[in-house]
């Protein structure tokens, strides 16, 4: 079954919630990010600008060599994003 928008709004906020708590996360998070940011991006009702900077958060992130540094060095912006995300519900 598809994720609706609202789902995968939901989604994003929750990974970038998790990053922003826990300090760390993984490949398979960033390349969900991914998705998510790229299926996000075809709607006109989300910021197009702000999803673009977590799509290469999450590309950096899949081609940084220490990934919980990549993480914590992002911690104002993700706290940021969690609050814009929540803004677009």
């Not at 197009?48 to 081609?63: A, F, T």
């Not at 940084?64 to 677009?88: A, C, M, R, T, Y």
Request: proline share 1%.
């Amino acid at each position: 079954m598809p994720l609706n928008q609202q789902d995968q709004l939901q989604l994003l906020k929750d990974i970038l919630s998790n990053h922003q708590v826990d300090c760390c996360g993984s490949i398979a998070e960033l390349e969900q990010l991914e998705r998510l940011v790229k299926s996000l991006m075809t709607d006109s009702n989300v910021d197009n600008e702000v999803l673009e900077q977590i799509y290469h958060y999450s590309q950096n992130g899949i081609n940084s060599s220490n990934l919980d540094n990549h993480i914590e060095s992002h911690q104002q912006q993700l706290s940021q994003w969690v609050n814009e995300v929540e803004s677009f519900s």
